[in-house]
T-cell receptor, first 110, second 112 residues
Framework: SQQGEEDPQALSIQEGENATMNCSYK?????LQWYRQNSGRGLVHLIL?????REKHSGRLRVTLDTSKKSSSLLITASRAADTASYFC??????????FGPGTRLSVLP | DTAVSQTPKYLVTQMGNDKSIKCEQN?????MYWYKQDSKKFLKIMFS???????INETVPNRFSPKSPDKAHLNLHINSLELGDSAVYFC???????????FGPGTRLTVL
C-alpha cells in the first residue's frame, strides 16, 4: 500500500504568501525526504529529516515531522513564482525501498 | 557537468520491441535507482542497486532488468515492450542507500 500521501493534491497561492503541504504515511519510517519537480524535469532534493528529528530549516523551507501522527509538513515562506512545481515526500522504512507520495502541485501566481 | 545523465531523452518504439535506457552518474555514489513516473505523476521505485546488491520492487515485471557494468552506470533493459510501459523513467543516485538522491532528467518512453 502507498506509504506517503501529500495533501492537498493542488494548491494555488499568490506570490509572497506562505505555502503549506502535508505528507502522511502509514508505517514506521527511518527518514522522510521532500523533493521538488519542475515541469518536465527530474526531482530535486530539498530536505531530509530523520525519525528522531522534529523540525528542520533550509532557507525559506521549514519541515516538521510528527512521528506520533505519522505526518510531515513542508512550509515555503514568502513564495515566488519560481516555486511553482510539484512537491513530493518520500519515506524509507528500515531497509525497505523508498516510497514516494503522489505529490502536491503548487502554483504561485504573480 | 551533469551529475546524473540519461540517454535517450525521448524514446518512441513499437509494442514488442526491446529497448535500453542508459544512466551514468559522476558523483562517486554507491547506490543507483530506477523510477517510473506515470501520467498522473505518481513515482514508483523499480530497482535500487548498491554495491552489487539489487533490490527489486516485486511489482516490476521481469521484462525489466537493470544492468550495471560499473559503479557509475546502471542501465535499464526492457524486453517485449507493452503499451502500459509508456511513462517517464528516472535514474537517480545517492552516496549511501536512503540518503539524498540526485535525479537524472528523465527518459520519456512512448510505446505505440
Amino acid at each position: 500500500s502507498q506509504q506517503g500521501e501529500e495533501d492537498p493534491q493542488a494548491l494555488s497561492i499568490q506570490e509572497g504568501e506562505n505555502a503549506t503541504m502535508n505528507c502522511s504515511y502509514k508505517t514506521s519510517i527511518n527518514n522522510l525526504q521532500w523533493y521538488r519537480q519542475n515541469s518536465g524535469r527530474g526531482l530535486v532534493h530539498l530536505i531530509l529529516i530523520r525519525s528522531n528529528e522534529r523540525e528542520k530549516h533550509s532557507g525559506r523551507l521549514r519541515v516538521t515531522l510528527d512521528t506520533s501522527k505519522k505526518s510531515s509538513s513542508l512550509l515555503i515562506t514568502a513564495s515566488r513564482a519560481a516555486d511553482t512545481a510539484s512537491y513530493f515526500c518520500a519515506t524509507d522504512n528500515y531497509g525497505q525501498n523508498f516510497v514516494f507520495g503522489p505529490g502536491t502541485r503548487l502554483s504561485v501566481l504573480p | 557537468d551533469t551529475a546524473v545523465s540519461q540517454t535517450p531523452k525521448y524514446l518512441v518504439t513499437q509494442m514488442g520491441n526491446d529497448k535500453s535506457i542508459k544512466c551514468e552518474q559522476n558523483l562517486g555514489h554507491d547506490t543507483m535507482y530506477w523510477y517510473k513516473q506515470d501520467s498522473k505523476k505518481f513515482l514508483k521505485i523499480m530497482f535500487s542497486y548498491n554495491n552489487k546488491e539489487l533490490i527489486i520492487n516485486e511489482t516490476v515485471p521481469n521484462r525489466f532488468s537493470p544492468k550495471s557494468p560499473d559503479k557509475a552506470h546502471l542501465n535499464l533493459h526492457i524486453n517485449s515492450l507493452e503499451l502500459g510501459d509508456s511513462a517517464v523513467y528516472f535514474c537517480a543516485s545517492s552516496l549511501y542507500q536512503y540518503n539524498e538522491q540526485f535525479f537524472g532528467p528523465g527518459t520519456r518512453l512512448t510505446v505505440l
